[in-house]
């Protein structure tokens, strides 16, 4: 399995407030990503970085922040949480570009 | 913009069936076209990725094929047993460089015992 981490793996809280989740990667990959997962809808691209610093917009991106200051380091930060905003959020990794993405196990969120 | 269907949504089958899951997108302009597998509450597990380029590729009892021009894949299992049970996802990909994937809402099959 690639060596990628979330965390944390499950959240519940509350409308209006901040949270940020992380994944950490070790297999020193370029490109990073942020998907989110909901029923009826399938999987969605949030937020992608192609090197530290270097981050562009998915197609869902509304109501995200992202950040990368260490290549092993990507952060999805939600700034005031909603309930919209309830979902499994997968962090993804590639290496060459067009290469295979690999997934981490998820983060289930709750905004209650 | 990319939309990707799989057909069918859903599939229950006997153990030791061949089968076919179907997949198909609106733009064949893809860089490449990835299979996944997901079982329920876990992550994403890669099965097989086929480049633009390839027509298709293998891994043990599973075989990919990509139709560029007419927007389709199909993932054969071969000789399917319970464990194959999962939900499986098709994703293609625009271009290289840091381009995200492009999910169908996958299918999920039951082999049953």
């Known amino acids: 399995d690639a060596g990628i981490t979330q965390s944390p793996r499950h959240k519940v809280t509350e409308t209006g407030t901040p949270v940020t989740l992380r994944c950490h990667q070790t297999?020193?990959?370029?490109?990073m990503y942020w998907y989110r997962q909901d029923p009826g809808h399938g999987l969605r691209l949030i937020h992608y970085?192609?090197?530290?610093?270097?981050?562009d917009k998915g197609e869902v991106s509304d109501g995200y922040s992202v950040s990368r200051s260490k290549t092993e380091d990507f952060l999805l930060t939600l700034e005031s949480a909603t309930s919209s905003q309830t979902s499994v959020y997968f962090c993804a990794i590639s290496g060459v570009g067009g290469d295979e993405q690999y997934f981490g196990p998820g983060t289930r969120l709750t905004v209650t | 913009k990319q939309e990707v269907t799989q057909i069918p949504a859903a599939l229950s089958v006997p153990e030791g069936e061949n089968l076919v899951l179907n997949c198909s997108f609106t733009d064949s302009a893809i860089y490449n076209l990835q299979w996944f597998r997901q079982d329920p509450g876990k992550g994403l597990t890669s099965l097989l990725l086929?480049?633009?380029?390839?027509r298709e590729q293998t891994s043990g009892r599973l075989n990919a094929s990509l139709d560029k021009s007419s927007g389709r894949s199909t993932l054969y299992i071969a000789a399917s047993q319970p464990g194959d049970s999962a939900t499986y996802l098709c994703a293609v990909r625009r271009g290289g460089g840091a381009d995200g994937l492009t999910f169908g809402k996958g299918t999920h099959l039951i082999i049953q015992p």
């Open positions: 086929i480049q633009s380029s390839q």
């Open positions: 297999e020193n990959h370029r490109y």
């Open positions: 970085s192609y090197g530290v610093k270097d981050t």
